[in-house]
């Protein structure tokens, strides 16, 4: 999708769908089965001779409204839903990847994604984690039964930007599944069908929904990868058209079988939620290009972690793949002040964990998020235990400034 069309595109996306009782908004289907009156069409529909739907765990007329849109968003061939991000990461991992299969996954990673590479494990698939910013370190954790590499754009909360191109060439180059999560970097700010992602999973929840009203997530196939060359899709899928072989495997054994599925209320308050992405996404990331700038100026904070700051590591990077600089700033106090102190100061940012709130919020990152991880891997993603992690909203910016100004004042 054209960036200059986005939001007229997403406006009128319900009304491309020609809902029948010529609603603007598609409707909210809530029934959990669908019946027909010729047996044979609810048979084809089963066998996926006929599109249709069966039972709201695999699909509803408004579950597929909101696919079509963030398949348009991505500019993918094919798109699904699920009831959060994490919903859609574990469901992908779980039925492409079988024992004695390798994945290579960044090591900046945010907490939960981790969490499921463990458990993955304890299947009988091989984890590798490394350094993503580093092409030559992914590139020497390839073996033989390597399948996926798995990156997210911008980590959190650190904000280290992988090295998404040279992934999506190695990826090219071997034969491997590029999945790229861009929760932190939706498909506003960046087209990751562009470096060569074959799926695109992310948490509708943040920024496409925006206002932490309802979790959601999803995949979306980008037509990158001819699925006839992966050999764990499972016989019974080879009937579909290539595009189609992962993502009806993805449903069939995923929303099927593990039972993750979206209700058509949280759809359709995601694509609501989607119709102003763009305009709130341009002014948290003004935002927090402005804060960034004011606290690394500041003679109480340590260090600032954004991409949009020039001394950034991979500053460049960012201005080659992202529209904008992402609305996440993480920062380090100096030694002598508590991260928890500091945000008891502060009176309109909320401590409260989520990300891509319309409302500024904030939290120690070793304390909460990451505590379950340990210091030791903490620092192995780079993360001080005084680290303040951010998500800018979209208030005016002049009080974002002045509150933070006042809580350093006083702390």
Known sequence: MS??????????????????????????????????????????IFQGKQAGHAY?????????????????????????????????????????????????????????????????????????????????????????????????????????IADLNGIGELCKQNNLVYIIDNTMTPSYIFNAKAVGASLITTSLTKYVGGHGTVTAGAVVDTGNYDWRDYDNILPSFRSQAPHAQALTQIKKKGLRDLGGCLSSDSAQMIAVGAETMALRIDRACANAQALAEFLDAHDKIAKVYYPGLQDHPQHQQAKTYFKQFGAIVSFDPVDSIDPVALLTELNLV??????????????????????????????????????????????????????????????
């Open 350 to 411: 909320i401590s409260a964990t989520h990300l891509g709130d319309n409302r500024t919020l904030a939290l120690p990152v070793a304390q909460t998020i990451y505590f379950e991880m340990g210091l030791e891997n903490r620092q192995k993603a780079g993360i001080n235990e005084n680290m303040i992690r951010m998500s800018v909203g979209i208030e005016e910016v002049d009080d974002l400034i002045a509150d933070f100004s006042q809580a350093l004042a006083n702390i």
């Open 56 to 160: 709201a765990r695999q699909s509803t007329p408004t579950t597929d409204a909101l696919q079509s849109m963030v398949n348009d968003m991505e500019g993918g061939v094919g798109c699904l839903v699920f009831a959060s991000g994490m919903a859609a990461i574990t469901t992908t991992f779980f039925t492409l990847l079988k024992a004695g299969d390798h994945i290579i996954a960044s090591q900046f990673l945010f907490g939960n994604t981790p969490s499921v590479l463990g458990t993955l494990q304890r299947f009988g698939v091989e984890v590798t984690q490394v350094d993503a910013t580093n092409i030559e370190l992914v590139k020497a954790a390839v073996q033989p039964n390597t399948k996926i590499i798995f990156t997210e754009t911008i980590a959190n909360p650190v904000t280290q």
């Open 3 to 44: 960036k200059t069309q986005f939001t007229t595109t997403v406006v009128h996306a319900d009304r491309k769908l020609n809902p029948d009782s010529g609603a603007v908004h598609y409707p909210v289907v809530n029934s959990v089965l669908f019946g027909y009156e010729n047996p044979q069409d609810l048979v084809d």
